[in-house]
């Protein structure tokens, strides 16, 4: 009875033993799939870890995404999304974005938390901004050296994906898993239930559960094993539930115990009778027989002696059946021995390794290189693969089977397999190296895209050219299926375009160097030629010969097409179809470097051109070209001519006598155009001015050449037009001289050698000095005062004249500031060329806000302009001196009478001031009729509401005259020469009105 007892209490406390098991094991499998889910949050680290090392691939460009980032997205399939935040919050770039709003995530707390802790930060159940959908986002900070914040790498996590994720998982029938953020919001779930995503736990959970096994009964009365476990220890951000159905493996459990409790009765009641019926029969020499037997049969043995020894008749049908076992196991052992030979042969002859495993992953037994290098399971596999496998093992049956890859190495990639040994606690984890296949599958998909989606034609032929396969480019360029051309040779795309040599030719570079590259002409399918670029390579065997080509073509022809287009549109001038100004420079240039010949230019200009497109319109002008161009062509049809400008013409001569020929072609131009031109109801007369020059006399380069052809055709203009002139030493030192200055000019503006006198004007009523001219003087070094008469007209035609009329203001509005610092209110007038009102890039409309910024009124400043302005009826001029009116400039119209005095002028300008030039001034003590002109001008002048300032006065007698003409201002040198600044200063310090005699 006693015995009894202990083996019922040790049966009980086996029941215990596999409650605890059972509740261990629920533990053990929380604490997997919590691991599982450690590594995923892991690996979203690890990726944004990985991106922020390479900050320089991380640029965003016009709210896109660098390519880094949507290759991140490719390599990690758990996330949803990935994106780049600036300081603020505000989202420069998504790889994935429902529209194209802008968004701000400073709000959020994982925003927070990483601006915060400057670490990784994981976010909490929320409605994702750029994906409109539920999401778990992670942040990580980005710094750089001097640890200046740059940006923010956040990576987003989809609930739904998540929660399928935990479905993929091998848990037991009736688990539940959930996932919840910092503040218990459900964001995974399993079995998946998407509404209750964002949900609190603790209206489906039990409150103040642990990290161990704690068994519960709900409310059916069910018993379940509740786990909480947290996925990240640093912050407890992340926590996840688990519950186990714990109802069946009760039930299981109290079988069990039934069970094993009446196998106990059952194997009592049997030893009691066997002990009976042992004893009764006297079965000690039998057994004796029987223990020899078996230990001959451990040796691998068969012992006969238990056959024949003298036993009950009961127990002869026992010994009929030990011989029989023995010979059975012998047999297979033999059998067994066999097919473990084969098995390892097997083994030798297989490129894997292995190791045999128990369910607690401890190595039995290993074969193979790539096994030997490690003690323990651990040491062979990377963490979250040896968490995978130790998984596996815990829950390993008889269908267990794995399949895994990992790299132990940047250039290795090894799979694995794990597989049940079938009736046995046992597995094997066999290894392979398909880094090389991996490496071959990559390549062979990468040639496969390329061949498939490549724009350019791909033809696949045999060592003679008879074709195996085409692309698609290939079918779309030239009209024919594949099917058409598969096994038909390359000639069938000939075009008859090329010579016999040239395929020989072809052939041999091929057979000889295995490639040949170039320009070839073949025909499509509808007949159609076309020209392509042609590639062709050689395939080899491993005996070195050719067992394959491969070509690849480019249709050229549209692209020929547009480059001869181009090429004809840089070169010739589209109205007479002459050679244009770089055809001509091309032609020169290789003229005159050639050397062999003298080459002579001749410019021509066709005079006052311009008056026909005003009057008859620039339709008959440039039909006027044309008949021009086509009668010079014919003046000299060998001759090289082209069209370089609106009006202008340019013929290349080459020979011996270049200058004779010049001359006598010149005189047959200026006799054939006088002939006149019939342009429709039309009849149109012209002449030309010409200019010659010769190389290398006159120039040794073409722009040499061409510069001097053209200043000898100014000269002919200025001779009256309608002849020619021919580029001499008098040019030739006129053209230095302009070049040196030009050059002096550009010096004097770098070294300031510009400085502005200022000429008082006086008022004629009470003698006062009311305004002053800003003059511009130039103080070379060596030459002294330059006149402006000399610079001004060479600044105006090379555009310098911006930059002096520039600096005559600053120094004018400098002088002005001083003036009212001294407190005087006087004007000074600034003389503004055409040039600064007619130039694309005016710098006249700056002056204003100059003023401003030095609180000096617009209407201190006079602009000074001429006549001649006005006489180009610019509608850009006008509007800009429209513009200077508003702003409050004042203008004056200068040299009133020498131009053509034009009352039209005076009414379009509306100016303030009219200055009557010094030649008029000059004689009206002597000269009646200037006198009468002054008046006239001072009369017509103040009707008209303006002032008049008369310019040159140098005598009393003038002063007098044009006082009592009722003249309103006088400037000349009887009142004062022009000063430099600080002598004008002085001299309007010390007295502001002028002694007058």
Not at 20 to 46: G, M, N, P, R
Not at 214 to 226: A, C, H, K, M, Q
Not at 775 to 802: C, K, N
Request: with cysteine; aromatic share 8%; glycine share 4%.
């Amino acid at each position: 009875m006693p015995c009894l007892i202990i083996i019922l209490f040790l049966l009980c406390e086996q029941r215990q033993q596999a409650l605890t098991q059972q509740s261990q094991q629920a533990l053990h499998y929380a604490k997997q799939v919590a691991a599982i889910q450690q590594v995923e949050l892991a690996d979203t680290e690890q990726v944004l870890q990985q991106l922020s090392t390479r900050i320089d691939h991380l640029t965003v460009e016009h709210g896109k995404c660098p390519p880094l980032l949507y290759h991140a997205m490719l390599l990690s399939p758990n996330l949803a999304n990935l994106g780049i935040v600036d300081a603020q919050g505000n989202v420069l770039c998504t790889t994935h974005q429902a529209d194209q709003r802008e968004i701000n995530i400073a709000d959020r707390g994982y925003f927070k938390t990483a601006i915060r802790t400057a670490q990784f930060s994981i976010g909490e159940y929320q409605i994702d901004r750029s994906m409109q959908r539920a999401t778990v986002n992670f942040a990580l900070p980005i710094y750089d050296d001097q640890q200046q914040f740059l940006f923010m790498l956040v990576a987003v996590k989809g609930l739904t994906h998540w929660s399928q994720t935990l479905a993929k998982l091998p848990l037991p029938v009736g688990t539940r898993v959930m996932i919840a953020d910092a503040k218990a919001q459900i964001i995974a779930q399993y079995p998946a239930a998407n509404a209750e995503l964002g949900r609190a736990v603790s209206s489906s959970w039990p409150s103040n559960l642990s990290t161990q096994a704690t068994l519960l009964n709900t409310p059916e009365g069910n018993r379940l094993v509740y786990v909480k476990q947290s996925l990240n220890n640093s912050n407890r951000a992340l926590q996840i539930y688990f519950s186990f159905d714990f109802e069946s493996q009760l039930s299981s459990i109290d079988k069990r115990f039934a069970l094993f409790l009446g196998i106990f009765f059952v194997l009592v009641c049997i030893l009691f009778w066997q002990t009976h019926w042992q004893l009764k029969q006297q079965l000690l020499k039998p057994l004796s027989a029987l223990k020899d037997a078996i230990a001959a049969l451990e040796s691998g043995k068969q012992d006969s002696r238990f056959n024949t020894a003298k036993v009950p008749s009961e127990f002869e049908h026992i010994a009929e059946r030990f011989a029989h076992m023995a010979q059975t196991r012998l047999a297979a052992e033999d059998n067994a021995n066999h097919r473990l030979a084969v098995v390892k042969a097997l083994i030798n002859a297989l490129p894997d390794s292995y190791v045999r495993l128990d369910q607690q992953a401890q190595i039995l037994s290993r074969y193979g290189d790539y096994t030997d290098k490690a003690q323990t399971l651990r040491e062979l596999l990377p963490e979250h693969i040896y968490k995978r496998i130790r998984a596996e093992l815990a829950l390993l049956n008889d269908k267990t089977y794995v399949q895994l890859e990992f790299s132990p190495t940047s250039n290795q990639v090894v799979e694995c397999r794990l597989c049940a040994i079938e009736s046995h606690p046992q597995a094997l984890l066999i290894f392979r190296d398909i880094s090389q296949r991996k490496h071959q599958e990559e390549a062979l998909n990468l040639a496969a895209l390329v061949y498939n989606n490549s724009s350019e034609c791909m033809i696949i032929t045999d060592a003679n050219g008879f074709i195996l396969d085409v692309n698609l480019a290939f079918t779309r360029v030239t009209g024919y299926s594949r099917s058409e051309v598969l096994g038909k040779s390359t000639a069938m795309l000939g075009s008859g375009q090329h010579d016999r040599s040239f395929y020989e030719l072809m052939w041999q570079q091929l057979n000889e160097h295995g490639r040949w590259q170039g320009e070839i002409v073949n025909r499509k399918k509808n007949g159609e030629l076309y020209t392509e670029w042609l590639t062709i390579d050689s395939v080899y065997d491993s005996n070195r010969e050719i067992y394959r080509r491969v070509a690849i073509f480019t249709d050229i022809t549209e692209v020929k097409r547009k480059d001869a287009l181009i090429w004809r549109q840089a070169h010739f001038d589209e109205l007479t179809d002459l050679h244009n100004r770089v055809g001509l420079k091309k032609h020169l240039k290789k003229q005159v470097a050639s050397g062999q010949q003298q080459t002579a230019v001749l410019l021509l200009d066709l005079d006052n051109f311009k008056d026909i497109n005003d009057t008859l319109g620039h339709y008959y002008g440039d039909l006027l070209l044309k008949l021009v161009a086509q009668r010079l062509k014919s003046m000299a049809p060998h001759a090289f001519l082209s069209r370089i400008g609106g009006d202008e013409f340019v013929f290349v001569l080459e020979d011996d006598e270049h200058k004779t020929t010049c001359k006598a072609l010149a005189s047959q131009i200026q006799s054939a155009l006088k002939q006149p031109f019939e342009i429709k109801d039309e009849q149109c007369h012209i002449t030309a001015s010409m200019g010659i020059a010769t190389a290398p006399t006159d120039g040794n380069g073409a722009e040499a050449l061409l510069k001097a052809a053209d200043q000898a055709m100014y000269r002919a203009k200025q001779q009256g037009r309608n002849g020619y002139v021919t580029f001499d030493d008098t040019l030739r030192k006129v053209a230095e001289s302009r070049m040196q200055m030009l050059k002096g000019i550009r010096t004097a503006l770098h070294n300031n050698q510009f400085e502005m006198h200022y000429q008082p004007i006086v008022s004629l009523d009470d003698n006062r000095v009311a305004k002053a001219e800003a003059l511009i003087r130039w103080r070379h070094p060596e030459q002294g005062m330059v006149s402006p008469a000399e610079f001004i007209p060479l600044a105006e035609e090379t555009q310098l004249i911006h930059h002096i009329g520039d600096l005559a203001f600053a120094q004018s509005v400098d002088t002005l500031t001083q003036l009212q610092h001294l407190g005087h209110t006087t004007q000074i007038s600034i003389n503004v060329s055409p040039v600064q009102f007619a130039a694309k890039n005016c710098t006249l409309a700056s002056w204003s806000d100059k003023l401003t910024t030095l609180a000096i009124p617009p209407e201190h400043v006079v602009l000074e302009v001429t006549e001649g302005m006005m006489m180009h009826n610019d509608s850009r001029t006008k509007q800009r001196v429209e513009r200077l009116k508003q702003q409050g400039f004042q203008f004056a119209l200068d040299d009133f009478g020498t131009g053509y005095s034009s009352l039209a002028y005076l009414k379009q300008l509306d100016c303030h001031f009219v200055k009557i030039d010094k030649r008029f001034v000059d004689g009206i003590a002597t000269n009646a009729d200037d006198l009468t002109l002054c008046e006239t001008i001072i009369l017509m002048a103040h009707r008209l509401g303006l002032k008049v300032i008369a310019e040159g006065v140098e005598t009393a007698t003038q002063h007098q005259l044009l006082k009592q003409a009722g003249c309103d201002f006088g400037q000349g040198y009887y009142y004062s020469k022009p000063l430099p600044q600080r002598e004008f200063l002085t001299l309007m310090t010390e007295k502001s009105h002028i002694a007058v005699a």
